[in-house]
């Protein structure tokens, strides 16, 4: 199943997100590592601050080993919603909003 998801970024936790998704350690948790990244990659800020992406899940709850090994480490405030299929939605990349806020804690 597609999930559309929302949550809130935990911003203290930026650069610890980046550097997982850089490092493989999120691609090589299975079974869900590499659509997690991609989905990240998929994901937005929007113009409420809001993280959004749309991921394939097979878990129930949806996203629960995701939630267990990233997501309730990096966001708060997770909200799914089943979908047909991947969504595009506005906003600024995920990636880049990250990027931004590791360089700012390293400054």
Same mark, same amino acid.
């Given at each position: !199943?597609?999930?559309? $998801?929302?949550?809130?970024?935990? +911003? *203290?936790?930026?650069? &610890? %997100?980046?550097?997982?998704?850089?490092?493989?350690?999120?691609?090589?948790?299975?079974?869900?590592?590499?659509?997690?990244?991609?989905? !990240?990659?998929?994901? $937005?800020?929007?113009?409420?601050? +809001? *993280?959004?992406?749309? &991921? %394939?899940?097979?878990?129930?709850?949806?996203?629960?080993?995701?939630?267990?090994?990233?997501?309730?480490?990096?966001?708060?405030?997770?909200?799914?919603?089943?979908?047909?299929?991947?969504?595009?939605?506005?906003?600024?990349?995920?990636?880049?909003?990250?990027?931004?806020?590791?360089?700012?804690?390293?400054?």
């Amino acid at each position: !199943m597609i999930y559309h $998801v929302t949550a809130t970024l935990t +911003q *203290a936790r930026a650069a &610890e %997100l980046l550097q997982r998704l850089q490092d493989g350690s999120i691609a090589g948790q299975r079974p869900d590592g590499p659509e997690l990244v991609a989905s !990240m990659h998929r994901a $937005v800020i929007n113009a409420e601050g +809001q *993280a959004e992406w749309s &991921e %394939l899940c097979y878990c129930n709850p949806p996203l629960a080993h995701e939630r267990a090994t990233v997501l309730d480490h990096h966001f708060t405030d997770i909200r799914t919603t089943p979908i047909d299929e991947h969504r595009t939605v506005e906003g600024q990349p995920l990636m880049e909003v990250l990027r931004s806020l590791a360089a700012r804690a390293s400054a």
